[in-house]
């Protein structure tokens, strides 16, 4: 990743340029974003300005590139649709702002989500019930702020999950080989793959558990929070 956020991060692309390309690879809805992870040609996009023309600071800037390349990276691994929950949970572990630091040299990545980030959680949780169903891109037109809070949810929500001794732990791993190894929901060339039959295989999995769940992980997230 050290070498392919410097090309990407230092031109950027304009707004205009970065609607168009959408539009031309069909993919409009991706519009409400400020960066977009092309499996068709297998690059990221990341406009450096604003809807407005403001351009993003730099930290912005690179936040969003990391977080398109690890959806890129999923995908280049294992092309399974994945919930958007779980999509968003790993692109914000690399690409949350906060977590990561760069030089110009050296990238580190994996640090705690930033506690005034936890916290907006914490005053407004998306019940798990709900969570487990957004479309990012559908939240982001509908309510900004409330996509932020999503993304964070999904993050804290997969490193609690992550815990060696979280009780989900084995079967939320079980789970991800299932969906990586049966590649479920992938599509063709140049088509996004489908998150349902993923969701759903969560759902079988997780689904009489969803309230323990719930109730357990809300404490659990400032110590999760602060794994390396
Ligand atoms: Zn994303």
Redesign the pocket.
Same mark, same amino acid.
């Given at each position: 990743m050290t070498r392919e956020l410097e090309p990407l991060a230092r031109p950027g692309l304009g707004h205009a340029n970065y609607l168009a390309y959408l539009d031309a690879c069909g993919m409009q809805s991706a519009k409400v /974003?400020q960066?977009f /992870?092309d499996y068709g040609t297998f690059q990221t996009l990341v406009s450096a300005q604003y809807e407005n023309g403001n351009a993003l600071g730099d930290e912005e800037l690179h936040s969003i590139a990391l $977080? #398109?390349l690890t $959806?890129l990276f999923f995908h280049g691994i294992a092309p399974a649709g994945m919930p958007?929950w779980y /999509? #968003?949970g790993l /692109? #914000?572990t690399f690409g949350a702002q906060g977590t990561f630091a760069w030089d110009g040299k050296t990238l580190s990545v994996g640090g705690s989500l930033p506690k005034e980030r936890v916290a907006t959680v914490r005053a407004a949780r998306i019940p798990l019930a709900l969570l487990v169903d957004v479309r990012?891109l559908v939240l982001m037109g509908q309510d900004r702020e409330k996509s932020r809070i999503f993304?964070a949810e999904c993050q804290l929500l997969q490193r609690f999950l992550m815990q060696d001794d979280c009780l989900w732990h084995a079967r939320f791993e079980h789970f991800e080989t299932q969906c990586r190894g049966e590649v479920l929901g992938a599509a063709g060339a140049r088509q996004q793959p489908d998150p349902m039959p993923a969701g759903a295989r969560f759902k079988q999995l997780f689904g009489e558990d969803l309230d323990k769940l719930e109730a357990a992980s809300s404490p659990g997230w400032i110590s999760s929070s602060g794994l390396h």
């Open positions: /974003a960066g /992870a $977080h #398109e $959806h958007d /999509a #968003e /692109a #914000e990012v993304r």
